[in-house]
């Protein structure tokens, strides 16, 4: 089953309300591969991870993980198939401290990361685990909303921006952290607005406009397709 | 006799004890609607009602059943746990995509429906309740006497009090419970059964104010009308202490209980408003409530 891929994406539409705002939307993700989701705001790549997840609720058309279905599951039962979720806004909990934070997310499934295994790769965490969670400068929410889901087992993690308003030495960071978990054989869905962060982590790109994907490509053509880029991003 | 401020002193302990009872019922009643308005966004107009049905059930668990008041303390919540988790699961739930004015008028309803139909049944009059035989007689504390029922009554409202406190504060459930009230979708995404804790909250509320509901029995009379009575003041006591605190419906339930005691001792005039009018100040001061967070 090695040729079948992790999570197959086929024909979503989804709609916020009445605003129709996926339009067929085709994804496949491997065993152990970074993709990254290209396009302006408001393509739509915030909005197919969400309706991955099932957060976005009214939808149609074919999501599998590991050929079983998730566009039927309730919400609660998404994440126990195997998906940690990082969303934009990082979701860390005011009324919780770092380490109920931390370790707030059940866990899905085996092998997934002790909270000193996570405190070693995070030592920051680990000074301020008693903080409350919105205390932390933005650099370490974003850690600790990484940090969260590593702890449940899953093996595939939707990322949603980790970089947004992040300063550069955060950025690398973060990058070395992706890195460490495609060395472990996470599969990762990131959605990234900065092209050289996602350069060094993704294997491949998926181009978004107007609720569609329009384009995909490997890793190492980024360089090459750059003049194609500038135009569909306007960047 | 010693006075202070020209009140005799035991005039002065007596409605400082009243206003602590009191400020017990406001503590587990204003405790029970936080965590469900916290979790829910539904002001459950049903927790005086819930409270009666925990009166009640001790009642006729004696009066039927000769069940006594220690497996009532028990039994009672329970089973209007139960019946509040099937109000949730049937009713209550299908209500939270909407607005909040539909749980409001839903729980309303219940509330009316309930009252009437125990109206109906038992009257409108008190049935008196008999408090156990271990906690009859006073006790001498030096200064005052205190009916041994009433400390009771205080020692067991902290003990619930803080207990669930403790639940909410210090627990892996409570965790969730704190998180979900931020961003249940969110933490559902993370796969907790949201809708579960939802479910269940609401009926540890409902056991909350049934209990409350069965320490009441013996010291006010167990009529259909007592929780209405009583839930007006506690939603009062919600609002000054901030809709969704918890430690801030707890202190500020025991608190404003003392102070109506004392306004009663020092301008018995006032000592039916005074919780409102501090109300007033508050929301006008501090709209979040003394304890609240600015949304």
Not at chain 2, 15 to 30: C, D, P
Request: hydrophobic share 50%; proline share 4%; glycine share 12%.
């Amino acid at each position: 089953m090695s040729s079948a891929p992790l999570l197959e994406v086929r024909g979503l539409n989804a709609w916020y309300g009445e605003s129709h705002v996926l339009h067929g939307v085709d994804l496949d993700i491997r065993e152990g591969e970074t993709v990254t989701l290209l396009g302006r705001n408001g393509a739509g790549k915030t909005t197919t991870l969400r309706a991955i997840m099932g957060i976005l609720r009214r939808r149609e058309g074919v999501i599998r993980l590991r050929g079983k279905d998730l566009l039927g599951l309730p919400l609660h039962k998404v994440a126990q198939s195997g998906i940690g979720y990082v969303p934009e806004e990082r979701g860390i909990f005011a009324s919780l401290n770092v380490s109920e934070n931390l370790t707030l997310p059940p866990t899905v499934s085996e092998g997934g990361m002790s909270v000193e295994e996570i405190y070693t790769l995070f030592p920051n965490l680990h000074e301020r685990r008693s903080s409350q969670g919105t205390k932390l400068s933005g650099g370490e929410q974003q850690m600790l909303a990484i940090a969260r889901v590593l702890r449940t087992g899953a093996r595939f993690i939707l990322l949603d921006e980790p970089t947004e308003g992040l300063a550069p030495v955060i950025v690398q960071r973060i990058g070395d952290v992706l890195t460490a978990l495609k060395k472990r054989g996470m599969t990762i869905l990131l959605v990234e607005q900065n092209f050289r962060f996602a350069k060094k982590v993704a294997d491949r790109f998926y181009l978004m406009e107007d609720g569609r994907m329009v384009n995909s490509f490997p890793g190492h053509e980024l360089d090459a397709r750059m003049d194609e880029l500038h135009e569909v991003l306007g960047v | 006799m010693s006075t202070i401020f020209g009140i005799p002193t035991p005039a002065l302990y007596g409605q400082i004890l009243i206003g602590l009872i009191n400020g017990s019922f406001y503590a587990m009643l204003s405790l029970g609607l936080a965590v469900i308005f916290g979790l829910l966004r539904v002001i459950n107009f049903a927790h005086g009602a819930q409270y009666m049905l925990g009166a009640f059930a001790a009642y006729l668990l004696l009066n039927w059943l000769g069940i006594n008041y220690w497996l009532a303390l028990v039994l009672a919540p329970l089973a209007v746990g139960v019946i509040a988790v099937i109000i949730e699961r049937t009713m209550l739930s299908r209500l939270y995509g909407v607005d909040h004015l539909y749980g409001l008028l839903l729980t309303f309803g219940l509330a009316l429906i309930l009252e009437g139909a125990f109206r109906y049944w038992f009257g409108a009059a008190g049935q008196p309740y008999a408090a156990p035989s271990q906690l009859t007689g006073a006790v001498n504390l030096g200064f005052m006497f205190m009916p041994v029922y009433r400390g009771w009554v205080v020692v067991a409202s902290l003990v619930v009090c803080i207990g669930t406190w403790l639940l909410i504060e210090k627990t892996r459930l409570g965790a969730y419970l704190r998180a979900a009230t931020e961003n249940a979708t969110l933490v559902q995404a993370f796969g907790v059964n949201v809708p579960l804790l939802l479910t269940l909250t609401y009926g540890l509320g409902a056991a909350l104010a049934a209990f409350a509901g069965v320490l009441a029995a013996p010291i006010y009379q167990v009529s259909p009308l007592m929780g209405s009575n009583l839930i007006i003041i506690v939603f009062a006591v919600v609002v000054v202490g901030g809709m969704g605190s918890i430690l801030g419906a707890i202190v500020t339930g025991y608190v404003l209980g003392v102070l109506e005691g004392l306004t009663k001792v020092f301008y018995p005039e006032a000592s039916s408003i005074v919780i409102f009018v501090i109300m007033a100040i508050v929301l006008l001061v501090r709209p979040a409530g003394l304890f609240g967070r600015e949304e």
